[in-house]
């Protein structure tokens, strides 16, 4: 599994970060993971997710995480979370 991470500000993106999930772990473990290991790549707090965060990924496995998902405040607009190959 690869999960493309990016950073947007002002339509720009920032920086991004592909993760791959190589391990046999479940969907919903390999996710988290990632966005572990993202978060860590950006020194980001870990973001929650919100019920509209998780219907986004259900529908179209990619959602993005806006200020109202962090604890800490971010000097971007979203973390654009996508997955790009599954296993």
């Known amino acids: 599994m690869r999960i493309w991470f990016k950073e947007w500000k002002e339509n720009r993106m920032l920086r ?7 391990e046999e772990d479940t969907r919903t473990h390999k ?20 019920d509209a965060n998780i219907t986004d990924f259900k529908r179209h496995a990619k959602t993005r995480f806006t ?6 405040s971010i000097d971007f607009d979203y973390l654009e979370m996508h997955v790009i190959e599954e296993d």
């Open 16 to 22: 991004d970060f592909v993760v791959c999930e190589e």
């Open 67 to 72: 200020s109202d998902n962090f604890v800490d």
């Open 31 to 50: 996710i988290f993971h990632a966005l572990e290991e993202a978060c860590y790549e950006f020194d980001l707090s870990k973001p929650i997710w919100l």
